[in-house]
């Protein structure tokens, strides 16, 4: 059974840096690409970027630019963004997810989240 | 940037059909995907490129997507529907392509 299998619980210090770990298990791989999302308390969902090991290629949202880094290790098949510069409002539930698309992006796998809490 | 424009609740009564729409100019030209989210759960696709579903997914979740509009339909409406159901499309600009959801709708079975 595949799995995402994210890493757990944070408490942060404003101004500080997160780093969420993403394993993917369970017989397939994370080369067409791993996306990361994530949920403020009560909030929507906000994407904020991607990598595509296959292409060798990143993709950040514009809101994230300046302050994350997303990167895999194909030889551990693990995924991991990591977030500086941390505020209050990045106090959230971060989400991987696997994505299936061919151009663009579908994400058929979630991870289980991860609460980071920034305090 | 793109936006995505989804109502924040709709309610229907067990049994009946459900229709949850998601506005954007132009959304008729994208392929928009849907996720149902259970309160304390983590999202999970339904609907993928306007109206495919993926294996496990019920025949009652179906999907169009033309104009301004994208539409869900969930047909013979069951308690586990009750959630939360965002539309999520990829966007192509000069300057800044990249994911953008809605905000999503609360889906309440009366």
């Known amino acids: 059974q595949v799995q995402l299998l994210q890493s757990g619980t944070e408490l942060k210090k404003p101004g500080s840096s997160m780093n969420v770990s993403c394993k993917v298990s369970g017989g397939t791989s994370l080369r067409k690409g791993i996306n990361w999302v994530r949920q403020a308390p009560g909030q929507g969902l906000e994407w904020m970027g991607g990598i595509i090991p296959l292409r060798g290629a990143r993709n950040y949202a514009q809101k994230f630019q300046d302050r994350i880094t997303i990167t895999a290790d194909e030889s551990t098949n693990t995924a991991y963004m990591a977030l500086i510069s941390l505020t209050s409002e990045d106090t959230a539930v971060y989400y991987c997810?696997?994505?299936?698309?061919?151009?663009?992006?579908?994400?058929?796998?979630w991870g289980q989240g991860t609460l980071v809490t920034v305090s | 940037s793109y936006v995505l424009t989804q109502a924040p609740s709709v309610s229907v009564a067990p049994g009946q059909t459900a229709r949850i729409t998601c506005g954007g100019e132009?959304?008729?030209?994208?392929?928009v995907h849907w996720y149902r989210q259970r309160p304390g759960q983590a999202p999970v696709l339904v609907v993928f490129d306007d109206s495919d579903r993926p294996s496990g997914i019920p025949e009652r979740f179906s999907g169009s997507n033309s104009g301004n509009t994208a539409t869900l339909t969930i047909s013979r409406v069951e308690d586990g529907d009750e959630a939360d159901y965002y539309c999520?499309?990829?966007?192509?600009?000069?300057?800044?392509?990249?994911?953008?959801f809605g905000g999503g709708t609360r889906l309440t079975v009366l």
């Open positions: 997810a696997r994505d299936i698309a061919a151009a663009g992006a579908v994400f058929d796998l």
């Open positions: 999520q499309v990829w966007h192509v600009d000069n300057v800044h392509p990249g994911v953008v």
């Open positions: 132009n959304v008729g030209l994208m392929s």
